[in-house]
Each structure stands twice: as structure tokens, then as C-alpha cells.
């Protein structure tokens, strides 16, 4: 029978804490700490910490190693091992839990929905928000684990990384935040992967991206070993981790045209921050509004914008961002560097970039309104086509500045087009200045968009007409940049020719006054170089034409008629015969039919010396064009549906649109409403589709017309306005009047009589001045409107009404004639 001393021998072991069991055998053994460190191959540090209570008890792997250090035999090694069990069941150490957020998180209901879904259902264990400096990332996942904390038992973590410079501090960090006393180097990640288990947290790793490789590879073997962890980690790059998931943290919803402005959250966040300083813009939210779409949403710059309230108004602030971001700095003094100004969130990425990454960066900032794969590698190697391999290290760099929120992607279309929101290309626009490279870059910029812009000429006419419109209106704002650039260093033959290369574009995408002033310019430039004779001959024919589309007929035939002489210097039968066409029309609208019909014949002649079948289209649109103004309107319909004809087998959509436009007028005011209708809305939806703006006003005045004849006026009054805004944004005063004229037209049938003869009084003006009488076809109706205007108007209201009107800008026709008393309201002014 056992003594009393040998049970309490046995209770005091079944008592006794891993730790002084762990002492007892290694003395028992006769070994040192630093022994049984080497025996066992683990740290000194451990031993140290596991006898004295310091660390959680050890796997059952560390346990066999310890066992067979000491070699136990089959009761110790059960012993330790239960001792071990009653240590781990001891309170789980504690976790660092997330900050209070300072502010009120606002505009993100729709991401706390779709990241609570994927971190808080598990649809992914490792969920990164990614994002460029400044956009919220660290706010959204403070919200976000607030949010779903409560479905995590053990608890939420919060790992700040931000405070880090080395590395290497991301384990001891990790480790600190789950309330491990890190001692074993080595083994540092294993250890927090014992220490959290099977347990279910959500670890929260903040600001990732200068560490990224060492949050990576923590990342990676948490999740492999701990099957119940999941991770959230804000990172301007993305960690690249097996099973990782990324959420890319869009910029606030900016104020869209349909709504009040104070609905959209990059507003809400403008007004809360102001008016938490004190300056609450309550009459200024439409600047508000002006200032958050200059800062494309992104909450840090709105909130510095925000803080500079104290010393701007709203007004002043917008008007001074127009220039610069300069002035956003100033923010909360607790706040980290990168946060106290927009620069320095920025410089934070840069400063992390590579040699190579940084060169590209700054160059990328020559581009205005995003680039392509293609214009960045011609950028990049000076050449206008770039090779496979100049192609593929360019993606590569930009890969990278995608993948570190520096760069944004886009697909649509199916082409990668890549973009920085302007506060980034803003910094990268200074570190180009900085290098001192910037005018070499801005030059292989505008030769390459000199060399885009010379290809889609050659593709304007034909069946890919509207994809390479649609291009060039892609890259508009790099080719006014380049166009800039060429003015500006006085590159006379690089304006010359990329404006002669825009001129059709600008005329058919309806920038007639931009591609006018190009042109002029550019001619300004060239003195009587020999080897630019060719590019002023169409410079000269594309400054002709637009001015003549602005109704400047003086300045249009003396263009003309100089490109017209260069063309025939030149012997250049096409650019001759196209001059003439352009001639052709400014007699048109001057209402010289006769001229005008002989230009055409003779332009139709020398296409058809050419086999130009598409030129011999356009000769026989433009004389039906004259003839139905003259008012001969079965020789009309004869040509244009010759040209109709023509126009579809040669895949010309702009050809089309006009015959189609000359039909439809040909049958309305033949009295075919019904025929007239169809052709025009066959019209009207393929200059929409092209983009093609002379064609849309012009279909959408001829339908007025029809709606007119039929007596829905309220319909017709809806067309005829949609037209004149289209007409009078071109610049084209003379159909702006036709416009007018028929208006009046609408206004009478509708007992306006006043406002009629207002509108009459404007046209009449408007004809006055650029010199164009009313077209032939037209005089019948606009003589029976001013009859019926004058028999119900006496003598004295038809003079004022009519003097009004011709004393009215075509800018502010529009807003009606208000009378001898009140003015109407405008939404029933007709």
C-alpha cells in the first residue's frame, strides 16, 4: 500500500503546469535549456518561454521532439502531453481589436455589401482591397469588420502595417496583434499558426503594399495551416497569393446630371467634412459638385479640399483645382504622412516603384485621357510601330503599375485601354518635368498620334467609317495634345499635317470650330516649304470647308479657291475635283444654283476620269441636293437615288445618311409624309450610330417638318428644337434659320402669332449677316407664315415682335419672346 507522500507525489504531477513538468524532467535529465534546445531543434528562447508559463503549450509535433530529447518513456511522454492539453484549455490570448473609426463612413453601402458577402460568408478566405493612395481602403475595412465581426467567435484582429519600415517586422507584428510574446525568430509564422488553430478569426492586415512580399508569405502559411482564419488585407498591390481575392475600392460616386447634387456621396462627404470645420457650403453645392468631379471622387483628396474651406470658398477652391492639386495638404495632424497631403500618398507609391517602373510612370503622364498598349510602347521607344518585344516589356511595366493602383484598366470594346486619375498624372506629369525629358516625350507623343490620325484618314470613307470615328473621338484629347505640342514648339510640318489629317473627322464628329482654328494656325506656320505643298493643299481644302460649315462663305471661298490653285500646281486630279465639290456648296447657300451645278458637273467629271466611283456618288448627291433646293424635284429624287444606290455598295455611311436626308425632303415636300418619314428616320438612325452630328440636325429638322404637315405640332415642335440646339451648337446659322422659319411656321398654326414673328425677325437676321437668302423650296411656306402673321398682327406689335427677333443672339433665341408684357413660360412657348 502506497504511501501518503507517494499520492500526493502523483497528484502533485497530475497537477503540475506544462511548464514546471517541462523543468522537472529536463533536470531529471540532467541537461541545460540551451541543451535541450539543441537536442530538441528549437530555439533557446522557447524553452526559456514554455518553462516559464510565457507561450501556449506545443503542438503534439514540438511534444515528440521534446519527449524523445528527454527520452521519456511511455507514462511521462502521456503526462506532459495531458498537461499540455490543460494548458491550452486555459483563456485564449487576446487579440488586438480594429481602431474606432474617428468619422462616420459615407457612399459605401454597395462595397460593404458585396466584400461582407465574400469575407463573411467565406466565398474567399483571403480578400484584399486594393486601390491607388487616398481612395478609402483602410476605412472601408475598419467599417467592414465592424460590420461582420460578429460571425467570426474568436474574435477580429487588426494588424496595422503602415507604422513598419523593415520587412521583416511583418511576423513580429502579426504575432504581437494576437497576443503571442514572439521569441523564436525561426519559427515565428508556425507559432501563430499554433496559436490561432482551429480557431475562427478574421485577421486584418492594414496597408500591405511597402511589405507586400512578407505579408504575402505570412499570409500563405496562416491559411494553409489554419483552416477556420480568414484574412482582410488593404494593399496598393496586390499580395499574389494562391486563393487570393481582390476587390478593387472604386472613388465615390460622382453627382450624376439627373439627380440633385447633394445626392451623390462624394458631395455628402464634401458637406459633412466642411461643415465639421465649420464652413457649411449650404448655397454652394453645385460648385460642390464642381470640386468632387475635378477630384474623381477619391475621398482623401475631397477631404484635404474639405479642410481648405477655412481660408476658400467653394468657388475659389474649384477655379484653383482646375490648375492644380497643389493645394490639397493640410490634413488631420494625427494622421501619417501619406495622409496629410495628396502628394504625399501618392509619393508613398512612387517611392516604392522600381527604376524601371518609376522611368515609365512619368512618361505614361504625357497621355491625356488614357492610352492604349500600342501608343504607350511608341511612347516609350520612339517609334511609331512598335515591335513584339518593345510591345511585351511595356506590358509588363504597365502590369505592374496596374497591379500597384497607379493605373487603371478598362475592356471595352474589347481593346485594353489603360488611364490615371488626374491627381496621379498630375505627380507623374512632375517627376516627368523633374527628369528633364519631357519635351522628347511630349514629341514621340504627337508623332505617334500624327501617325494614328494620317491611318484613319484613309479610313473615313467606307465600310469601317464609323469604328474609326469612333476611335479618333477616343483619343481626342490626346490629339489636341499633340496638336498643342505641334503649335506651341512651331513644328510647322507636324501641325500641317495632323490637322489636314483631322479636318473630315472634325467635320463629321462636329467640332467645326476647333478644327477650324487647328488648320488656321497651322497654315500660319508654313512659309512656302516645297515639301509641304501637298499637306497645305488639304489643309487649305479642310479650313475651306469648315469655315464654310460655320456659314463664313468669304473665308471659305478664299481657302478654297488657294487649295484649288496648290491642287492643280500639283496636278492632283482628286484634290481638285473635291475642292470644286466644296465650292459647289458654298454657292449652294450663297443661292447660286446655276455656279453651283457646274462645279458639280465638272467635279462629277473628273471623278469619273478617275473610276472614282464614290467621287461620282457624291457629284450626283450634291446636284440633287441643288436641284430639290431649287425646288425641281423629280430630277432631284433621280440623282440622289443614283447616289442612294451607289452609297450602299461602296459602304459609305456619311454618302448615305445625306441621299437618304434628300430623299426623305423630296418626298415631303412632294406630299409623301409617309415615304418621307421612313427615309428620314433611316437617316436620322445612321448618322446617330456614326456619330455623324450635321446628319442627325439635318434629319431631325425634316421630320419636324413632316410632324408639321401632319398638325401634330407638339411633336414637331419637340424635333424642330432638338435640331436648332444641334444646328446652333455646330455653328451653321444658315440651317439655324430654316429652323427658325419653320418654328415660326409651328408657332403661328399654335395662335403665337408674336412669338412667330419673333422668330421670323431672327432668321431675317441671321440671313442678313452671313449673306444666304432662303432657299427657293422654302420661300412658298415662309411667305404664307409671314401672310398669316400679318393679317392677325397689326402693324405696330409685328414691327417690335420682329425687331426683337432680329436683334436676339442665335444663343438666346431660344428663350423665347417675352412681348410688350410677361414673358411666357418657355416649356410652352409654342
Request: net charge negative; charged share 25%.
Amino acid at each position: 500500500m502506497p504511501s501518503d507522500g507517494s499520492r500526493r507525489g502523483s497528484d502533485d504531477v497530475r497537477t503540475t503546469g506544462f511548464g514546471d513538468l517541462l523543468r522537472r524532467h529536463r533536470r531529471e535529465a540532467g541537461l541545460s535549456q540551451e541543451g535541450l534546445a539543441e537536442l530538441a531543434g528549437v530555439s533557446v528562447d522557447a524553452i526559456a518561454a514554455l518553462e516559464r508559463g510565457r507561450r501556449r503549450a506545443p503542438r503534439p509535433h514540438t511534444l515528440r521532439l521534446l519527449g524523445d530529447a528527454l527520452q521519456l518513456g511511455a507514462p511521462d511522454r502521456a503526462q506532459l502531453a495531458a498537461a499540455a492539453r490543460r494548458d491550452g484549455d486555459s483563456p485564449r490570448s487576446t487579440l488586438r481589436p480594429p481602431p474606432v473609426p474617428a468619422n462616420q463612413l459615407i457612399g459605401r453601402s454597395t462595397e460593404l455589401t458585396e466584400t461582407g458577402r465574400l469575407v463573411g460568408e467565406r466565398v474567399t478566405r483571403l480578400l484584399t482591397l486594393s486601390g491607388p493612395g487616398g481612395v478609402g481602403k483602410t476605412q472601408l475595412a475598419l467599417a467592414l469588420a465592424g460590420g461582420i465581426g460578429h460571425k467570426f467567435e474568436d474574435g477580429v484582429c487588426w494588424v496595422p502595417l503602415a507604422p513598419i519600415a523593415d520587412p521583416a517586422a511583418v511576423a513580429p507584428t502579426v504575432a504581437t496583434a494576437t497576443g503571442l510574446h514572439p521569441l523564436d525568430g525561426a519559427r515565428l509564422v508556425d507559432e501563430i499558426a499554433e496559436l490561432v488553430g482551429r480557431r475562427k478569426i478574421l485577421l486584418v492586415l492594414d496597408n500591405c503594399e511597402h511589405v507586400v512580399a512578407d505579408a504575402a508569405q505570412v499570409c500563405g502559411v496562416l491559411l494553409e495551416s489554419c483552416p477556420n482564419l480568414s484574412i482582410l488585407a488593404t494593399s496598393r498591390e496586390l499580395l499574389r497569393v494562391p486563393g487570393e481575392s481582390v476587390y478593387v475600392v472604386p472613388p465615390l460616386a460622382l453627382p450624376e446630371l439627373e439627380q440633385q447634387p447633394d445626392a451623390s456621396p462624394a458631395v455628402r462627404l464634401f458637406v459633412d467634412r466642411a461643415t465639421a470645420r465649420g464652413n457649411a457650403p449650404r448655397e454652394q453645392i453645385e460648385q460642390v459638385a464642381r470640386v468632387v468631379r475635378r477630384l474623381e471622387g477619391m475621398p482623401l483628396a475631397i477631404e484635404l479640399a474639405a479642410a481648405r474651406t477655412n481660408v476658400l470658398t467653394v468657388e475659389e477652391l474649384a477655379t484653383e483645382l482646375e490648375t492644380s492639386f497643389g493645394i490639397l495638404a493640410g490634413g488631420a495632424s494625427t494622421a501619417g504622412p501619406r495622409q496629410q497631403s495628396l502628394e504625399g500618398a501618392i509619393g508613398w507609391s512612387y517611392e516604392l516603384l522600381t527604376a524601371p517602373e518609376r522611368e515609365l510612370f512619368a512618361e505614361l503622364s504625357v497621355f491625356v485621357g488614357g492610352w492604349t498598349l500600342n501608343a504607350a510602347a511608341a511612347v516609350l521607344t520612339g517609334t511609331t510601330t512598335p515591335g513584339p518585344r518593345e510591345r511585351a516589356e511595356t506590358l509588363d511595366l504597365i502590369s505592374r503599375l496596374v497591379d500597384k493602383s497607379l493605373i487603371r484598366v478598362s475592356r471595352d470594346g474589347g481593346i485594353g485601354r489603360y488611364d490615371m486619375l488626374a491627381v496621379i498624372r498630375e505627380y507623374a506629369a512632375d517627376r516627368l518635368a523633374a527628369s528633364g525629358r519631357a519635351e522628347e516625350v511630349a514629341r514621340n507623343h504627337a508623332t505617334f498620334y500624327l501617325s494614328l490620325a494620317e491611318e484613319a484618314e484613309t479610313n473615313l470613307r467606307g465600310a469601317n467609317q464609323g469604328a474609326w470615328l469612333d476611335r479618333l473621338e477616343g483619343e481626342l484629347d490626346n490629339l489636341r495634345a499633340a496638336m498643342s505640342w505641334s503649335l506651341r514648339t512651331e513644328s510647322s510640318a507636324e501641325a500641317i499635317r495632323l490637322a489636314g489629317g483631322l479636318w473630315l473627322f472634325c467635320y463629321l464628329r462636329g467640332h467645326y470650330a476647333e478644327g477650324g482654328g487647328w488648320l488656321e494656325r497651322a497654315l500660319a506656320l508654313v512659309d512656302g516649304e516645297p515639301e509641304l505643298q501637298a499637306a497645305k493643299a488639304k489643309a487649305e481644302l479642310g479650313a475651306g470647308m469648315l469655315a464654310f460649315l460655320q456659314c463664313e462663305y468669304d473665308v471659305a471661298t478664299a481657302r478654297l479657291e488657294s487649295s484649288l490653285a496648290q491642287y492643280k500646281k500639283l496636278d492632283d486630279t482628286a484634290g481638285t475635283a473635291l475642292v470644286m465639290q466644296r465650292l459647289g456648296g458654298v454657292a449652294r447657300e450663297r443661292g447660286d444654283y446655276l455656279t453651283a451645278e457646274n462645279l458639280h458637273c465638272q467635279s462629277y467629271d473628273l471623278f469619273e476620269s478617275l473610276g472614282d466611283r464614290a467621287g461620282m456618288a457624291w457629284a450626283h448627291n450634291q446636284l440633287g441636293f441643288v436641284a430639290w433646293l431649287r425646288g425641281d424635284l423629280e430630277i432631284a429624287a433621280r440623282r440622289c437615288k443614283r447616289a442612294r444606290d451607289s452609297f450602299r455598295t461602296v459602304g459609305d455611311g456619311e454618302g448615305l445618311a445625306w441621299s437618304l436626308i434628300s430623299l426623305g425632303t423630296i418626298a415631303q415636300y412632294g406630299g409623301k409624309l409617309v415615304e418621307a418619314e421612313e427615309l428620314l428616320q433611316e437617316s436620322l438612325a445612321l448618322s446617330q450610330r456614326l456619330g455623324y452630328r450635321e446628319g442627325v440636325a439635318w434629319s431631325l429638322n425634316q421630320l419636324g417638318i413632316v410632324e408639321r404637315r401632319r398638325g401634330l405640332t407638339e411633336r414637331a415642335v419637340h424635333l424642330l428644337d432638338e435640331s436648332l440646339a444641334e444646328h446652333r451648337d455646330l455653328g451653321d446659322r444658315w440651317r439655324s434659320a430654316s429652323v427658325l422659319e419653320e418654328l415660326a411656321t409651328v408657332a403661328q398654326e399654335r395662335k403665337r402669332t408674336e412669338y412667330a414673328a419673333f422668330l421670323l425677325g431672327a432668321a431675317d437676321g441671321i440671313r442678313e449677316v452671313i449673306g444666304a437668302p432662303i432657299p427657293e423650296i422654302e420661300k412658298a411656306d415662309r411667305a404664307a407664315t409671314r401672310r398669316a402673321i400679318e393679317e392677325t398682327l397689326d402693324r405696330r406689335a409685328f414691327r417690335a415682335a420682329w425687331a426683337a427677333g432680329r436683334a436676339t443672339p442665335l444663343s438666346a433665341v431660344a428663350d423665347g419672346y417675352p412681348g410688350p408684357s410677361a414673358a411666357p413660360d418657355r416649356s410652352t412657348r409654342l
